[in-house]
């Protein structure tokens, strides 16, 4: 399904192929992009270039890189916005259509075919209606439908509003039900039609004019079909059907001033013919603007799944980004981890190194423990042969005591046992001291080979190890221990033996007896001797083999120490690679995250700049409001409201004072307001008036002195003053900052004199602010019941100088430009204005101006109403000034009337009496079809 957009886009070049293709004589002349991007380089200010955007009949696509080109070249986002407007553009695509349909009597006589003209018509148009697309603005206008109205029978059929299927349904009805009768006002109808678009100034409107005959009113069609063309964008089609050659050229000559096409038709089937070529064009534009509306919709769906795209590598770039930083951090941790492991290891190699040394003072004191054994023995051994030598002097004393030595004896082998049992012991403990040790040793082995995968299992491995060498130690204690008991031992053995030298004297005698005892005690003495020896020998060899111990455990240590320092150099270069592998990596994560969030960046602007197009396709039309504007801008909604003159409706229209492309210029120099309305009538928050007063090349026309009042009711009373100012003759804009705001719905600007010229004119007006947010009272609405187009009459005119330009329906018709006159040398007129149903009225205006000198302007009129068939009263009466602009009578209560009388009466010096127009305002009832504010201007 195609968007809303695209839709209306459909309607509109289906109703452009409705009134068959423009001329391409008129288009707007090309800018390229390229050259557009230069004047942008060149620094043209904003407001040139939208134009020239605007103008050109080129659609412009741009992408983000020109998007991206254009923002370094200096263009403002306002530029950037018109790039990317998808615009439609007058002269390219019709808006509305509006069909002028002939129901003069003439429309009675017969065809080729039999059927009368009107029958054959009203088919053909029925057909015609059938083809026009649901959705678009149709306007329907008859003339000649009512004999009594003769010259008046102008009728809107159909207002300029979107047409809806039970509408067409509608349409044809009201066509099929048309019965020809009257006369053939062309040149009104052309005016009326004329009216309806002076409400759509930026519409590009297809009009079809279908006649059999010529102007019988008297009016210039001609003269109106150019007019039409002039003031608006319009496709003219004027189709001549079964008409004379008079009639031929006058209907040519009106599309040829219109800058439209003729077609004649002489029978039914021309009829048909002339506008067959619509009905093939509206099949071929379907089908182009069919294939046009797939085409945007595959562009904004390849938009939006590229924004998907965007979106997705976006996701993808911030998790790589994740990851990589998830990386660096546990590589980070992993080499605090290591730093710390071989800070352990150091600590666990100082520790190890310390109990190695202290395990070697305990073997030197072991070492030292055994020399003074040995020392022991051998002075043992040599008082023991002395005192040998002494019991051979002594053997007849031994021998009386020899029962008693052999029990010191055997108490002395017993304590000699305990003391080889404790040496036995010794060397057990230090087997198993060499075994543990070998142990450990194989533990540190383990520990070693270990340590290059579990530096932690290394380090608790070592304690182990480390305990082991202390229990080492603490057994050497334990063995200096015994050593110290076995010197005890000596000690007492040498006071025994002592003793005994002491008794060998007295048993000198006995050893005599007892020589065979003495052999055996010699023999016992021996192998106890040889037992010491072999004690010695053993003590000897339990030293070496500690000392062998202990120098391989010094040489395990320092092969350990060697290989923990290989180790450590190791684990540090390791460190050390993996530190400048880590600083490498994080270097090279940098510059990925570096890349990764430029990309992420770039990606989000690419996806912010996808966002802003897909918003501002959605939304072109939105207005910032909560940024000031030019309110009185045609484009943001600003408009004319009330204007009574004007030169012309081209170069010197009123509009101009809204837009590019023309001024304003009033004859004469008389003062002239003009009043300006905001979006939907709204009240805006005005913070600046802007005013380039440059007018044409005479610089003595352009307007001087400006006086600026403010309303926030109606636009025709309630005016408070805002500023007055002397502008000076510069082509230039003059701004005027207004603190505080002004709260205003109407803005009315008077003219009020010029340098001395012959015209007053007046180039551009800017109002800067913005509508008002707060929430408002509006008063009630109001229409001008005496407004033609609402239904208003002049059922007694007053005399005139003459009707076309001076008639009195210019009182009620609301065109600048135009007023009424009465004749020569009458100063008082009354003219009676018919409304449509007697109404309550609150309000009566009247504008006293006129082209010509303001001598003649009426400066007094008095106002009475009436119903149908009663009597006129007085209401009041107004005092007029020389000023061009609404007069108003505010009545204490609305009154019910459907007639109001008007005397004007203009001052004594005067050759005649002239005004401009009478407007008669009362509520607005839900029956009322049209809007207070529908002023009808020529543009």
């Known amino acids: 399904m195609c968007s809303s957009r695209s839709y209306w886009r459909i309607v509109i070049h289906v109703i452009l192929l409705l009134c068959l293709l423009p001329s391409l004589s008129n288009a707007q002349q090309a800018v390229s992009y390229e050259q557009l991007l230069n004047k942008v380089k060149a620094g043209v200010d904003d407001a040139t270039l939208i134009r020239q955007i605007e103008e050109s009949p080129i659609v412009y696509i741009v992408d983000l890189q020109q998007i991206e080109e254009l923002r370094k070249a200096g263009a403002s986002d306002a530029v950037i916005a018109a790039f990317q407007q998808d615009r439609v553009r007058s002269k390219d695509v019709i808006t509305d259509f509006i069909l002028i349909f002939d129901c003069s009597n003439s429309m009675n006589e017969p065809a080729q075919n039999g059927q009368s003209k009107m029958q054959v018509a009203k088919t053909t148009v029925a057909e015609l209606i059938d083809m026009i697309p649901i959705g678009m603005p149709t306007s329907m206008i008859v003339y000649g439908h009512n004999v009594e109205e003769k010259c008046e029978a102008v009728k809107i059929g159909r207002p300029l509003t979107p047409l809806s299927g039970p509408d067409k349904a509608e349409l044809r009805q009201f066509v099929m039900g048309l019965q020809p009768a009257g006369w053939t006002p062309i040149a009104k109808s052309l005016r009326v039609a004329g009216e309806v678009l002076d409400s759509k100034m930026d519409a590009y409107t297809g009009i079809v004019l279908i006649s059999d005959g010529k102007e019988t009113c008297g009016g210039d069609p001609a003269s109106e079909a150019r007019i039409l063309a002039a003031r608006h964008n319009i496709e003219f089609h004027v189709v001549g059907f079964d008409v004379d050659d008079d009639t031929r050229r006058q209907l040519e000559n009106i599309a040829?001033?219109?800058?439209?096409?003729?077609?004649?038709?002489?029978?039914?089937e021309d009829l048909k013919g002339a506008l067959k070529s619509v009905t093939d064009q509206i099949n071929e534009a379907q089908q182009r603007l069919k294939d046009l509306a797939k085409q945007k919709e595959a562009e904004l769906a390849a938009q939006r799944a590229r924004a998907a795209e965007l979106d997705k590598q976006l996701a993808d770039r911030e998790r790589q980004r994740q990851e990589a930083q998830a990386l660096a951090d546990r590589m980070a941790s992993e080499k605090d981890l290591a730093n710390e492991k071989l800070q352990d290891m150091e600590r666990s190699l100082a520790d190890r190194m310390k109990e190695i040394g202290d395990l070697n003072k305990a073997a030197d004191a072991a070492a030292a423990a055994l020399k003074s054994a040995k020392k022991t023995h051998d002075d043992l051994q040599a008082e023991h042969e002395k005192a040998l030598a002494d019991a051979g002097q002594k053997q007849d004393a031994l021998r009386e005591k020899l029962d008693d030595r052999m029990k010191e004896i055997a108490a002395l082998n017993k304590a000699a046992d305990a003391t080889a049992a404790a040496l036995d012991a010794a060397k057990k403990q230090q087997r198993d001291l060499q075994a543990e040790h070998a142990k450990a040793l194989a533990e540190a082995e383990k520990q070693k080979d270990a340590l290059r995968d579990k530096a932690a299992d290394t380090a608790k491995q070592l304690a182990e190890s480390m305990k082991n060498a202390k229990d080492l130690a603490d057994q050497n204690a334990r063995l200096a221990d015994k050593q110290r008991a076995a010197e005890a031992d000596r000690d007492r053995i040498a006071a025994l033996l002592d003793a005994e030298r002491k008794k060998g004297v007295a048993l000198a005698s006995d050893l005599a007896k007892s020589a065979h005892d003495l052999a055996a005690l010699q023999r016992a003495a021996d192998r106890a001797a040889r037992q010491a020896a072999d004690q010695l020998a053993a003590a000897e060899r339990m030293k070496k083999s500690l000392t062998d111990q202990l120098?391989?455990?010094?040489?395990?240590?320092?092969?350990?120490?060697?290989?923990?320092?290989?180790?450590?150099?190791?684990?540090?270069?390791?460190?050390?690679?993996?530190?400048?592998?880590?600083?490498?990596?994080?270097?090279?994560?940098?510059?990925?995250?570096?890349?990764?969030?430029?990309?992420?960046?770039?990606?989000?602007?690419?996806?912010?700049?996808?966002?802003?197009?897909?918003?501002?396709?959605?939304?072109?039309?939105?207005?910032?409001?909560?940024?000031?504007?030019?309110?009185?801008?045609?484009?943001?909604?600003?408009?004319?409201?009330?204007?009574?003159?004007?030169?012309?409706?081209?170069?010197?229209?009123?509009?101009?004072?809204?837009?590019?492309?023309?001024?304003?210029?009033?004859?004469?120099?008389?003062?002239?307001?003009?009043?300006?309305?905001?979006?939907?009538?709204?009240?805006?928050?005005?913070?600046?008036?802007?005013?380039?007063?440059?007018?044409?090349?005479?610089?003595?026309?352009?307007?001087?002195?400006?006086?600026?009042?403010?309303?926030?009711?109606?636009?025709?009373?309630?005016?408070?003053?805002?500023?007055?100012?002397?502008?000076?003759?510069?082509?230039?804009?003059?701004?005027?900052?207004?603190?505080?705001?002004?709260?205003?719905?109407?803005?009315?600007?008077?003219?009020?004199?010029?340098?001395?010229?012959?015209?007053?004119?007046?180039?551009?007006?800017?109002?800067?602010?913005?509508?008002?947010?707060?929430?408002?009272?509006?008063?009630?609405?109001?229409?001008?019941?005496?407004?033609?187009?609402?239904?208003?009459?002049?059922?007694?005119?007053?005399?005139?100088?003459?009707?076309?330009?001076?008639?009195?329906?210019?009182?009620?018709?609301?065109?600048?430009?135009?007023?009424?006159?009465?004749?020569?040398?009458?100063?008082?007129?009354?003219?009676?204005?018919?409304?449509?149903?007697?109404?309550?009225?609150?309000?009566?205006?009247?504008?006293?101006?006129?082209?010509?000198?303001?001598?003649?302007?009426?400066?007094?009129?008095?106002?009475?109403?009436?119903?149908?068939?009663?009597?006129?009263?007085?209401?009041?009466?107004?005092?007029?000034?020389?000023?061009?602009?609404?007069?108003?009578?505010?009545?204490?209560?609305?009154?019910?009337?459907?007639?109001?009388?008007?005397?004007?009466?203009?001052?004594?010096?005067?050759?005649?009496?002239?005004?401009?127009?009478?407007?008669?305002?009362?509520?607005?009832?839900?029956?009322?079809?049209?809007?207070?504010?529908?002023?009808?201007?020529?543009?």
């Open 256 to 268: 040829r001033l219109g800058g439209g096409k003729y077609q004649g038709a002489s029978s039914p």
């Open 551 to 939: 120098d391989r455990a010094n040489e395990n240590a320092k092969n350990d120490a060697k290989r923990l320092a290989t180790m450590r150099d190791a684990a540090n270069d390791r460190a050390d690679a993996l530190a400048a592998e880590l600083a490498e990596q994080g270097r090279r994560y940098d510059r990925e995250l570096s890349d990764a969030e430029g990309r992420l960046n770039e990606l989000a602007s690419m996806k912010a700049d996808v966002e802003r197009q897909l918003a501002d396709l959605l939304a072109q039309q939105e207005h910032a409001k909560n940024r000031p504007y030019n309110l009185a801008s045609i484009d943001r909604g600003g408009r004319v409201v009330d204007a009574p003159s004007q030169l012309d409706d081209r170069q010197h229209g009123v509009q101009n004072l809204l837009r590019d492309g023309g001024i304003y210029r009033v004859p004469g120099r008389n003062p002239v307001s003009v009043v300006l309305a905001f979006e939907n009538d709204q009240i805006a928050d005005i913070s600046q008036l802007r005013i380039n007063p440059a007018g044409g090349p005479d610089s003595k026309n352009w307007v001087r002195n400006v006086r600026v009042e403010y309303s926030t009711t109606y636009s025709f009373t309630d005016f408070q003053p805002m500023l007055s100012v002397e502008l000076a003759p510069q082509d230039q804009w003059i701004e005027f900052d207004l603190q505080p705001l002004v709260e205003a719905r109407y803005l009315r600007i008077t003219l009020l004199e010029n340098f001395g010229g012959d015209a007053m004119e007046c180039g551009r007006i800017e109002v800067v602010g913005k509508i008002s947010e707060s929430e408002r009272d509006y008063p009630m609405e109001l229409t001008n019941f005496a407004s033609s187009q609402n239904g208003g009459s002049v059922s007694t005119k007053p005399n005139a100088h003459d009707e076309y330009h001076w008639g009195a329906l210019h009182l009620i018709d609301g065109s600048p430009g135009r007023s009424w006159s009465s004749p020569i040398g009458t100063t008082t007129e009354n003219a009676t204005i018919r409304l449509a149903a007697s109404t309550k009225i609150q309000f009566i205006t009247v504008n006293p101006y006129s082209p010509s000198d303001s001598i003649n302007w009426a400066t007094r009129a008095a106002i009475s109403v009436a119903n149908s068939g009663g009597s006129f009263y007085d209401v009041g009466t107004i005092d007029l000034t020389a000023v061009g602009q609404e007069h108003v009578l505010r009545l204490n209560e609305a009154v019910d009337a459907s007639l109001v009388r008007v005397e004007l009466t203009s001052s004594q010096d005067a050759s005649a009496v002239e005004c401009s127009e009478v407007k008669v305002y009362g509520p607005t009832s839900p029956e009322t079809e049209v809007r207070i504010d529908e002023v009808s201007l020529i543009d």
